[in-house]
């Protein structure tokens, strides 16, 4: 039996009793493999359209990235529009701007309409250490008002010290639509939608092979599945259940802190509106709040999801760099969790013969894709696939260097990128 990690996020779920193990033969519509947002998503979709689904899920509901994330709501894809529009046909591009902001609408419907209590807060800030990151910033609030997000403010070094108290920033964008939640609790209370509209969930419920067909068997170690359609949602957790799947992506490892409780007025001196942070370099740091005021703090990649020993060693000079007047806090969990890198940092959407598909890959920023991921996959099974293949067709290669040398040759490429970073260039 595997568990949630040992996160603030398990220590403070809201009372969830575990969801059985598949120890039967099921038929249904749809199985669903995999049980993160990408998963609940989809069947959460599926089953207001009225299939059949069945979800099985290795672990626990959220035991993956879904559940140990950063919490926060940020719009758009990993890589954004003006790469898309300089890589894709004009319609595509088109189609895929259309999407920027769906995945964020979402979820805010989801937890309205299911009353999920997740501590979702409004507002998040791209920060700025350079100069050159605050004229891309600039730019990027030009092309998303341009695909209609009206909630972005440009904010100078003045402006941003209203919003983060650190000396760290020259400015930031601002993004009303954007914000923040107790990332496991979204996905515990997603479960629990799926199974008001009649879905099944399995958890300890690893499967272990998929026999395609024109009905597709999904074997789990005590029990099967047949269904017309399978969703492969395993993400970085998937190991080589479905190899072609791996050998175009790379599980990466990112680690999170959430230190002791610091009062309501020390955690508002920090981040005086609530909002969440990310910077904007390559190996960037998230942070925010919580519900019961800790300063939750993330950043850093481990190429190849290796679990780093000493979590804070890592975390902690990155914290204080932003907030040095916290020296001496106490962290009190420490963490870490994978997420699935492609090399264009675009996600991964596609079928698998005529009948099992998948999505996966967000590159570091799943929480609103994923959301939409459920929606465009219940489209396309209903017929109307044309959301789906706007992503399905976006061109996607192989790490250089295959299975042995992607982790060393993408490691470079990293350090070449925060160099850059570091340099202001
Ligand atoms: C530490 C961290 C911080 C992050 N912060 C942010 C953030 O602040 N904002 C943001 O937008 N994104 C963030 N991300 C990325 C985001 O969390 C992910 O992109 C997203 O959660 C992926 O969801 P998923 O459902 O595809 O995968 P996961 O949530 O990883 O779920 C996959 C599930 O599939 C299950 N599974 C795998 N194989 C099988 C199998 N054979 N049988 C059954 N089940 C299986 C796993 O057990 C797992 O539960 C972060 C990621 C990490 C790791």
């Not at 999920?116 to 350079?130: K, M, P, S």
């Not at 996607?396 to 070449?416: D, E, I, K, N, S």
């Amino acid at each position: 039996m595997t568990g949630h990690v040992n996160s603030y996020y398990a220590a403070s779920a809201n009372p969830h009793a575990p969801w059985p193990r598949l120890e039967e033969g099921l038929t249904c519509d749809v199985c669903v493999v995999g049980g993160g947002y990408t998963g609940l998503s989809s069947a959460l979709h599926l089953a207001e359209r009225g299939y059949k689904v069945v979800l099985l899920e290795a672990s626990r509901i959220g035991f993956g990235a879904s559940g140990r994330n950063g919490g926060q709501i940020v719009n758009s894809f990993s890589r954004d529009i003006d790469t898309i529009e300089r890589n894709c046909p004009p319609a595509q591009a088109k189609l895929l701007g259309s999407m920027l902001f769906e995945g964020g609408e979402i979820i805010r419907e989801r937890i309205e309409r299911y009353r999920i209590q997740c501590d979702h807060r409004v507002g998040g800030v791209f920060a700025a250490d350079t100069e050159r990151q605050l004229h891309e910033l600039k730019a990027q609030q030009a092309r998303w008002q341009r695909w209609g997000n009206d909630r972005l403010e440009l904010l100078d070094r003045e402006g941003i010290r209203r919003v983060v108290q650190s000396d760290r920033y020259v400015g930031g964008l601002l993004d009303l639509s954007g914000g923040h939640l107790h990332p496991l609790n979204l996905a515990l209370g997603e479960a629990e939608a799926i199974r008001s509209l009649g879905g099944l969930i399995f958890e300890q419920s690893p499967v272990t092979e998929l026999v395609p067909g024109e009905v597709v068997t999904v074997k789990s170690e005590r029990g099967s599945v047949r269904a017309r359609f399978v969703v492969v949602a395993g993400n970085a957790y998937l190991g080589n259940l479905v190899p072609e799947l791996a050998a175009k992506s790379m599980p990466c490892g990112t680690q999170v802190l959430t230190t002791e409780v610091l009062g309501e007025a020390r955690a508002r001196e920090l981040l005086p509106q609530n909002y969440c942070v990310e910077d904007c370099n390559y190996l960037l740091d998230y942070y925010r709040t919580s519900a019961d005021h800790r300063l939750i703090y993330g950043g850093g990649v481990v190429y190849g999801a290796r679990d780093p020993a000493d979590i804070a060693r890592l975390i902690m000079p990155k914290l204080l760099k932003t907030f040095p007047q916290l020296a001496g806090v106490r962290v009190e969990y420490s963490w870490t969790g994978n997420f699935l890198l492609t090399l264009s940092r675009l996600p991964q959407f596609g079928r698998i013969g005529s009948n099992i598909y998948y999505m996966q890959g967000y590159s570091g920023h799943g929480v609103t894709c994923t959301h939409l991921a459920g929606r465009l996959l219940a489209e396309a099974l209903a017929g109307q696939a044309e959301r789906f293949d706007a992503f399905a067709n976006l061109p996607h290669y192989p790490f250089p260097g295959g299975r042995l040398l992607r982790v060393p040759l993408t490691a470079m490429g990293a350090v070449w990128y925060s160099l850059r970073d570091r340099l202001g260039i």
